[in-house]
């Protein structure tokens, strides 16, 4: 009888690619303190949703555009004449859903940091916590989040494990920073 033939794993299939490369090599699961970037990976993450992340990847010099650098303070003042543009803009996934979550999470990030002082504060009140905890969490305090959305979020961003095998360098690196799901252990 055969042995099943193992899947390839993202640090298989990542390294050298011209958009998967450079995430995998130096973004995915490093830890990740700054409010623009954790909101950025968040809205990436949401627009991922029944899309390739190679098509997120693809459109995300166009995301930061439209949604001005991922400021959270801009992102939260959209109206509708911006919810009107970003749904005309061919540059990035124009989801009325998608794009509604993006603005109205942008707002509840801002009173996340009333009472946590930054939602990379808000993330470390609440750590460590399981995935289906995490997930509750999420679904609680954001839209458009549902259990995928949040494992990969929390992955990318250092709050869960998985991003790499044991065996890939940039485990080690990662490993090196000490990130926060390595510290829960």
Request: proline fraction near 7%; include cysteine.
């Amino acid at each position: 009888m055969n042995a099943p033939i193992a899947k390839p794993t993202y640090c298989d299939i990542a390294p050298g690619h011209p958009w998967h490369g450079p995430y995998h090599d130096h973004e995915y699961g490093f830890p990740v303190s700054d409010d623009h970037v954790l909101f950025e990976r968040l809205v990436l993450e949401i627009n991922q949703a029944g899309l390739s992340w190679l098509t997120v990847l693809k459109k995300r010099e166009a995301f930061r555009a439209a949604f001005h650098g991922f400021d959270i303070d801009r992102v939260a003042a959209f109206g509708e004449a911006d919810r009107a543009r970003l749904l005309a803009d061919a540059g990035i996934i124009r989801n009325r859903l998608k794009v509604n979550a993006a603005i109205e999470n942008a707002r509840r990030i801002r009173v996340l940091r009333e009472t946590h002082g930054s939602f990379a504060g808000w993330l470390a009140a609440h750590h460590p916590l399981s995935k289906p905890d995490w997930v509750k969490l999420f679904r609680k305090a954001f839209l458009f989040t549902g259990g995928e959305i949040v494992g990969e979020f929390l992955m990318s961003t250092g709050y869960l494990p998985g991003t790499h095998s044991p065996t890939c360098p940039v485990y080690r690196r990662i490993a090196a920073l000490n990130p926060p799901w390595l510290s829960a252990q």
